[in-house]
């Protein structure tokens, strides 16, 4: 008997050494989390206050910006250049791509009011015989749930001079396949008889990235934002095969 008891009583100190020791974690997960909740608090107002220094010399870059491009704008073929000596980059343009890149006078990016929420490149183009723009611009807005959406300008390409022209339209039963290959294919092809327009994502929930046969051009184009943004490294890109 006594040695029944002895066992039910270990037994019974066990199992209240087992309740300890999962209150003990639950009141550590509850201390945790209190903590997490704090961190995510303190992380959030720094985010915040990050944000309002990036704005803050966004605005002070402006005119660094517009006197660099003034600079570059006087080498002969310096994005051309760039571009094709860039390792990401240089893939992109194929030979008529090139063509055309030696009339484009200058690149910039515009940073949302709040940077991560998107941006929008601009390419300048000087006039040439393959487009009447002489700007075109793609705007790549971020979701919080991780998905995005771009636009971009339609581009009104010369008679005979586009990857889709009224002459070599293959909807027409002409056997010229779309160029999706070219770099200019990420603006996107226009239906027949278009002019240029600027599809508003806000506006048009049905239009995504995933439509766009621009996803392989647009993972690629990331690095631009860089290049624009740092002159070294547009520099570098630039002078890497001229020195």
Same mark, same amino acid.
């Given at each position: 008997?006594?040695? @029944?008891?002895?066992? +039910? ?21 509850? +201390? ?10 303190? *992380?959030?107002?720094?985010?915040? +206050? ?5 704005q803050k010399y966004n605005e002070m870059r402006e005119p660094v910006y517009a006197k660099r491009n003034e ?13 094709? @000596?860039?390792p990401t980059l240089g893939a992109l343009l194929t030979d008529e791509d090139q063509k055309i890149f030696k ?24 006039? *040439? ?11 790549? #807005? ?18 005979? #001079? ?7 339209? =293959?909807? #027409?039963?002409?056997?010229? =396949? ?12 226009p239906p027949e008889g278009t002019v240029e327009v600027e599809q508003d994502v806000e506006d048009d929930e ?12 647009? @993972?690629?184009?990331? =690095? ?17 095969? *001229?020195?």
């Open positions: 008997m006594v040695s @029944n008891r002895a066992k +039910k009583s270990r037994t019974a100190a066990a199992e209240d050494d087992d309740q300890f020791e999962r209150d003990d974690m639950l009141l550590a997960i509850e +201390k945790l989390q209190e903590a997490q909740e704090e961190l995510e608090k303190v *992380n959030e107002e720094a985010n915040e +206050k990050i944000l309002e220094i990036e600079v570059i704008s006087s080498i002969p073929d310096f994005w051309l250049t760039a571009f094709m @000596n860039h009339y484009l006078d200058s690149l910039e990016v515009e940073d949302f009011k709040d940077p991560r929420k998107g941006y929008c490149i601009t390419f300048n183009f000087k006039a *040439n015989p393959y487009f009447e723009n002489t700007e075109l611009t793609k705007t790549i #807005k971020f979701f919080d749930e991780g998905t995005l959406r771009s636009t971009g300008t339609t581009i009104r390409w010369k008679e005979g #001079k586009g990857p889709v022209d009224a002459g070599n339209d =293959p909807r #027409k039963g002409n056997k010229r =396949p779309l160029n999706l290959s070219s770099f200019f294919s990420w603006f996107g092809f049905d239009y995504t990235e995933d439509d766009d046969d621009g996803d392989e051009v647009l @993972n690629s184009l990331q =690095p631009l934002r860089v290049i624009l943004h740092e002159t070294s490294d547009s520099l570098y890109v630039f002078t890497s095969a *001229n020195i």
